[in-house]
């Protein structure tokens, strides 16, 4: 069994900056992607962003140049560097792990954790 871990949330004014970080455990395949995906009160979850074991990347257009994602392979972490917040980043933001093992696709999500930005 995966379990993802995302830590780093919390509240902060417009403008500020915020990291999170999301482990995973258990038997994972070595190649991956692991992304950052949020959602709003009332919205849908939408993708941040998103990494391969090979470090491409993929990001939401409209967030591209504040928000920067990044791993260790060697640690299963992800990291998402948020900056110059904005109140319309408020969300829920989890962290998902997805790949093709022996079995087929897979896809874990984490717990979420909440981003509130002030104004």
């Known amino acids: 069994q995966v379990q993802l871990v995302e830590s780093g949330g919390g509240q902060v004014q417009a403008g500020g900056s915020l990291r999170l970080s999301c482990v995973a455990s258990?038997?994972?395949?070595?190649?991956?992607?692991m992304g950052w995906y949020r959602q709003a009160p009332g919205k849908q979850r939408e993708l941040v962003a998103s990494?391969?074991?090979?470090?491409?990347?993929k990001y939401d257009d409209s967030l591209k140049g504040r928000f920067t994602i990044s791993r260790e392979n060697g640690k299963n972490t992800v990291y998402l560097q948020m900056n110059s917040l904005k109140p319309e980043d408020t969300a829920v933001y989890y962290c998902?792990?997805?790949?093709?093992?022996?079995?087929?696709?897979?896809?874990?999500w984490g717990q979420g954790t909440q981003v509130t930005v002030s104004s």
């Open positions: 998902l792990l997805e790949g093709l093992d022996a079995v087929g696709p897979f896809a874990y």
């Open positions: 990494i391969t074991t090979g470090g491409s990347t």
């Open positions: 258990g038997s994972i395949v070595s190649t991956n992607v």
